[in-house]
């Protein structure tokens, strides 16, 4: 099938125009409606098959793939799920037909969650599927490594641009100064240096030295730092709005954020969070002028495109739950005053929103004049020619099935889950493992042990065992925060016994997944040997410890003695808790 924009001669369809030429030309041709539609930045999913999901069709949340495109004027969508290749790049082509196929034929931009690991939150990031599977930014962060950074960005941006996502909603670059918080298995840790360093590697490969046509345009999250949630609560959830900053260490959050504008990122995400405490206003970042305006914008000099993070105008219904919009501080505003908010404060975008109609309500109020719609309207047409979408926004499908998940890329995934698994304790030096022993093993597939030893059914039969778990924590009832892992970090006493009782019976290698800072001093004290994993196949693990690959992690984060400890310590302070079993850094080399 062969696909055509829409191409009637204005200067802003052609390509040997100047960007900012072109910019004026459509901007002067475009109604209030479709100026305001192009302000909202919203979920889409797609069919198996590559085909539109449309009115009525049945999914996480209602959607109207052509009642958006078409009478809504809306051209920005992150795709939800995960599909093949062939399907995604089928569909991204049909939307980019149906796009050109509107009056003024403005091309579609499609973003995507980060999916190149092993997490499948429906509100955060999807497992890689068929894309190459890495540690999560975690075990980056645990290798210290730029260029492996710069690396694993550069296949993402390649793999993206086969099936045509443009925004990657990502890199997520808060600290993790607060253990209990759910979100930090997608940041590079607690070190504000080490973040700093590892952005800059990653805006430039995603985006190259600048924005330009072989670009995926790097969204950095969240401004000003979403990691010190009061009591480590997700702001997602109303009992998580308040962000706290007892410790005085409210610049350091920054730091991440400076570099990453630096680097020349193209695109912002303030957070949820309402600051309690300080000389901001209470109110949510997102609808915060001083932050967005007056500290993102006019001090540290962003000019790029601000979109909110999803949810801060209109009551949404997820799973089939109620979730109330996320307008911490001004929950008794209108939709349409929190609209006129948002873009006094300085945004540009409405994520997860499709209310252009509010919008279109303000301007002929006169509450919103429409040069303020213009000036967010430069800033996105700018990024939507140096992307090039505009001369070309189609992508081949047979190419998108050879990229997604190709050999090279996948081998240096793989590469880097090994090296990213982090020792942290190997008595008697119980690691690496040699000849062939009796394996029992716990959370790992059984097929993943012939290559290295004979697989028993028990405990009493077994030379060696091997269990794998994963960070503790408070199942919640609300479908959508169950994504959510918060609250406790320690094993309850009847998750333990038999744990421990298995450390008592047999030496035991320990493999515990971090998405979180689990207190584990008990496991870490019994068993053999204790490595943290980050993202990591059975493969990848059992290959390190049989020595056939080479553990090089440091911890990202320390790990806290105790719950108590834990509740001491200040949610913005890095690695505040009082003793810690291992502290930030830790790992052993073999």
Known sequence: MKFTVRNEGHPYQNPENPIPLRVEDLLARMTVEEKAGQLFHTMLAMKPDGSTVEKGDAGMVPLDTTGMLHAQHMTHFNLLGTYEPAAMARWQNTLQAMAADSRLGIPVTLSTDPRHAFTDNAGASFNSGAFSAWPEPLGLAALRDPQLVFDFADTVRREY?????????????????????????????SDAALTSQLVRAYVRGLQGDKLGRRSVSAMVKHFPGGGPQKDGEDPHFAHGKEQIYPGGMRDLHLEPFKAAIAAGCAQMMPYYGQPIGTDWEEVGFGLNKGVVQGLLRDTLGFDGIVCTDWGLISESEIFGEKHEARAWGLESLSESERVARVLDAGCDQFGGEARPELVVELVESGRVPEYRLDASLRRILREKFALGLFDDPYVDVDLAAETVGRADFTEAGAKAQRRSLTLLKNADAALPVRGRPKLYVENVAAEEVAPYGE?????????LAVLRLRTPYEPRANKFESFFHSGTLAFTDD???PILALLDAVPTVVCINLERAAVIPEIAERAAALIADFGASDAALLDVVFGRATPQGRLPFELPRSMAAVEASRPDVPNDTVDPVFPYGAGLSL
């Open 455 to 463: 697989l028993v059914s028990t405990p009493a039969e077994a030379d």
């Open 495 to 497: 998750e333990l016994k």
């Open 161 to 189: 641009l086969a099936v045509g996502f443009r925004v990657a909603l990502h890199p997520q670059i808060d600290l993790a100064s607060e253990p209990r918080w759910s979100r930090q298995n997608g940041t590079f840790g």
